[in-house]
């Protein structure tokens, strides 16, 4: 509704926030008569219940009440749509059973589908599930978020897919697509195409360079200080834009999140004792935020003091136990320290939590090499390389364990899969140079 147009204030009287009408009347001032583009709602028909009774009551669906922070009712301002459909097959709770407590979900399921089923072509139910897909890192997820982000013409739904399409920014048809949607009408959708292109501002583009440089001077600040951040590893901080971040950042910095994004900033442009001073305050500000210990270990590392990282990794999986980044991180620290098996273990974990996590699964491979666990490095690999299909770097990875077996055929056709992945790739190429003058080649790793 808001995207039509409908506002705080057609509902609720400014001053007081009381709601200006009471009940369904608030409701029927639109959907009574054909508003457009309002849909016109048949108050004895469309809800299915007693006429005036509480299954009647167009907030009881479409505004269902949560307690938040265990003391504060709200209603949900989305103005969703109930679907037990949703709830079978995603766990969404709906409103009917917010009421029907007593009743399983395939109970409601079965009147809903009776009730609503032919009302429900509605875009709502295919959007719920590509979102949840996209969420649970599903790639197929994909062409329906691509075709969402061209096609919507919500503004907000195209900025959600813009942020869900972050995850697959570098596929190349993902990247034009986010490069089209940063130059959107709307502010909100440019503002989610440059966070979701921010990962790529490393790859030497010029297309992307030109798209994330022209949101610097965007009329809207937010957009500004979002591709000024984008780009925060390189921007000049007198520029306006420039400006407009250190502002931002500096406002924000009596924060343990402003610390801890002050701490990023330097990181990335290379002051680590500035970045480290920023970390450490935000650990001590908020003593339960994980991605604090995590880039305080990150900073830690490249000063070279691993068994510090090591301890703040594993207070951050202690405090995310579900994420499989940090676990994956904690992982690479204990290699640094030769704490191997450990790390084996972490990485495992980082697997288990995230089957779809190739870097976790490509190290593995390398922590069982390490350990002497031939097979399981080997399938490991193929795994992170069945995920990954476009890095050289992991069938190379396959080749150099295969040689120093003596198996030198599949060392060969993994070093040739490297080369059909990016042709010359240099170590593969080497690889196969040696293996053909048939001397016993140089250990890797
Ligand atoms: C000021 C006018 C106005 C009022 C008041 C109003 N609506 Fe709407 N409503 C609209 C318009 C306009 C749309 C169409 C939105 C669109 O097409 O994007 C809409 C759409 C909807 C939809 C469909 C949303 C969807 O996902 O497609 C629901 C459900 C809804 N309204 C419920 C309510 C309820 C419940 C109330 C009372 C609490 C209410 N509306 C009050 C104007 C109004
Ligand atoms: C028992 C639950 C229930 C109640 C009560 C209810 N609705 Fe709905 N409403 C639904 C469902 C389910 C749909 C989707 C299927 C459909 O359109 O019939 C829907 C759809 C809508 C839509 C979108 C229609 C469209 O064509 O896009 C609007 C608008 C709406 N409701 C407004 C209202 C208003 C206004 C009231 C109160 C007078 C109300 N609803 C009461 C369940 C309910
Ligand atoms: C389509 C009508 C509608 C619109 C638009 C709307 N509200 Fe509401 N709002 C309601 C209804 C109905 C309630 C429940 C009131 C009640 O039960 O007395 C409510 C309740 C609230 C409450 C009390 C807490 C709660 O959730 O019960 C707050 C705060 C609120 N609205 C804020 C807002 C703000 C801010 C906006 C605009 C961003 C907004 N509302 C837009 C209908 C609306
Ligand atoms: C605010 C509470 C409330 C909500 C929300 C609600 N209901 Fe009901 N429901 C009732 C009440 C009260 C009755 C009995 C009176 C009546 O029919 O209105 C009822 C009756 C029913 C019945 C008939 C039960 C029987 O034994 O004959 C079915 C089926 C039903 N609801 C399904 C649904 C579905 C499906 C939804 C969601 C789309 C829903 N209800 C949402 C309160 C609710």
Redesign the pocket.
């Known amino acids: ?2 995207a039509a147009g ?7 009287e400014p001053h007081s ?3 200006r009408v ?1 009940g369904n009347n ?2 029927m001032t ?1 959907h009574a008569l054909p508003v457009p583009p309002a849909p016109k709602i048949d108050p004895a028909t469309h809800s299915h219940h007693q006429v005036g009774g509480p299954g009647d009551s ?2 009881a669906c479409h ?1 269902p ?1 949560t307690v938040y922070m265990q003391r ?6 989305g ?1 969703t749509i109930p679907d037990p459909m949703l709830t079978k097959e995603l766990n969404i709770p709906n409103a009917c059973n917010r009421c029907h407590v007593d009743q399983a979900s395939d109970w409601t399921l079965k009147a809903f589908e009776k009730w609503f089923g032919p009302h429900m072509a509605r875009p709502e139910r295919r959007r719920a599930k590509v979102i949840a897909q996209a969420r649970a890192r599903d790639q197929q997820a994909m062409p329906e978020l691509l075709q969402l982000l061209n096609g919507e013409t919500n503004a907000f739904w195209r900025a959600v897919s813009a942020g869900l399409l972050k995850r697959w920014a570098n596929e190349p048809n993902v990247m034009g697509a986010l490069l089209a949607s940063a130059g959107d009408p709307d502010p909100l959708v440019r503002s989610m195409s440059v966070r979701a292109l921010e990962p790529l501002t490393a790859l030497p583009n010029q297309s992307l360079g030109a798209a994330l440089g022209n949101r610097l001077s965007d009329a809207i600040r937010l957009v500004r200080i979002d591709a000024a951040w984008a780009l925060h590893a390189t921007v000049d901080t007198n520029s306006a834009a420039g400006l407009d971040l250190l502002n931002y950042l500096r406002h924000n910095a009596d924060q343990p999140a402003g610390s801890l994004q002050l701490g990023v900033f330097h990181l990335d442009r290379g002051d680590i004792l500035s970045a480290t001073r920023y970390f450490e305050r935000a650990v001590a500000w908020d003593t339960n935020s994980a991605p604090s210990y995590h880039a305080l270990a990150v900073a830690l590392s490249l000063q070279g003091r691993n068994d510090e990282a090591v301890q703040e990794l594993q207070i951050a999986c202690r405090l995310a136990p579900r994420d499989a980044e940090f676990k994956f991180k904690l992982g690479l620290a204990l290699n640094e320290v030769g704490k191997l098996d450990q790390a084996r273990a972490a990485l495992e974990e980082a697997v288990k939590l995230d089957p779809q996590f190739a870097q976790a699964w490509y190290n593995l491979g390398l922590a069982y090499n390490a350990l002497g666990k031939t097979e399981p490095a080997l399938e490991s690999l193929l795994r992170a390389e069945a995920i990954d299909a476009r890095s050289p770097q992991i069938p190379y990875a396959r080749a150099t364990i295969l040689v120093q077996f003596g198996r030198v055929e599949e060392a060969r056709s993994a070093a040739g899969r490297a080369l059909e992945i990016q042709p010359g790739y240099p170590p593969a190429a080497e690889l196969l140079q040696t293996l053909s003058r048939g001397r016993a080649p140089q250990k890797d790793r």
């Open positions: 509704m808001r409908v506002r705080c204030i057609d509902c609720h926030a009381r709601t009471a608030l409701c639109c167009c907030i505004m009440q504060h009712a709200r209603h949900d301002h103005f």
